[in-house]
Each structure stands twice: as C-alpha cells, then as structure tokens.
C-alpha cells in the first residue's frame, strides 16, 4: 500500500508526472510515495482420498479476508449456496454446496462463514473496470470465504451415473 507523499517530495501547484502503481494510473508522483508491504503466505496441503480430494489450507498474514474461489461451466445446477447480487457469483457460507451437470455431481464445502468481516467479493481491479473491462473467469462462480490468519480444509467430492 502507498502512504502520502513525504512533506518535502511535497508540490505546492500539485503537478506530477502520471503515473502507475500497479492498480491504477495517476498523477501522483508513485515513485518517491512510501510503501507499507504485507505479505499473504498460503501453504496448500493436497489429499486424494478414496471419494475426492482434500485441499487444506494454511493462510498467514495480518488480520485480512479471503476468498476461495470455485467455477463451474454454464448449463449446471448449483445446490446449497447463496446467489449473490453480482451475476453468475454465489457464497457457500454453511454445508456443503453441489454442481451437478449431465449425470455427474461434485460435492464441495464446507461453508466457512459469511458477513462483512469477510465479503463475498472478487475485485477486478481499476485497470480492467476503468475500461468496461472484466477480470473474471466465465461461470457459475462460488466463492467460499474465510479471515487470516487461520485454516481452511476444501473437501471436493465426486458421483458419476
């Protein structure tokens, strides 16, 4: 995250170069603003089990949310989560959520929980919304949420006809 100017890179007409700080372009002089850097480690742990899998994760950090995030093709029925206000964006907050398409279903979950502590959200960033323009995988997207530090176990499940 970039923090003010120092006082003395400070210009009393405002005038700086445009420029880009990874999110977004502007004339705010980027290269001499102070950074405060944090650094999210995931481990990701993978278990194949008789049924599926089991993905356990491990999220260091400071206080923050997260989000995991599932997509499935169009033209499936999705059972157990919340349809979001964005379209094709659910949440899985509780139980175990399904996909089902042709005669096949993946069984996903747990839920983790759900509130403005941790939002149900996927950000494109202002260089692609700035344009009309959309960083999102195409699908039915459910998103699983959760805070770090913590953990967090995935189990996915299949059933073939």
């Known amino acids: 995250m970039r923090l003010p100017l ?61 989000v995991v995030e599932l997509v499935f093709r169009p033209g499936s029925t999705l059972k157990g989560v919340r ?15 399904s996909y089902t398409v042709g005669g096949e279903t993946i069984r996903f979950g747990p839920g983790n929980g759900s509130g403005p502590a941790q939002p149900a959200v996927f950000d494109d960033g202002e260089q692609f919304s700035y344009l009309g323009a959309r960083d999102t995988v195409p699908g039915a997207r459910v998103y699983i949420t959760g805070r770090v530090p913590g953990t967090y176990t995935l189990s996915l499940t299949g059933t073939q006809p």
């Open 6 to 66: 120092p006082p003395d890179r400070r210009r009393s007409d405002g005038s700086y170069e445009l420029g880009d700080d990874g999110r977004f372009f502007a004339s705010m002089d980027f290269p001499h603003r102070p950074t405060d850097d944090h650094q999210l480690r995931v481990d990701a742990d993978v278990d194949v089990t008789d049924s599926g899998v089991d993905v356990q994760l491990d999220l260091r950090s400071i206080p923050t949310s997260y």
């Open 83 to 97: 349809a979001l206000s964005d379209p094709d964006s659910y949440e899985l907050a509780e139980g175990i959520g």
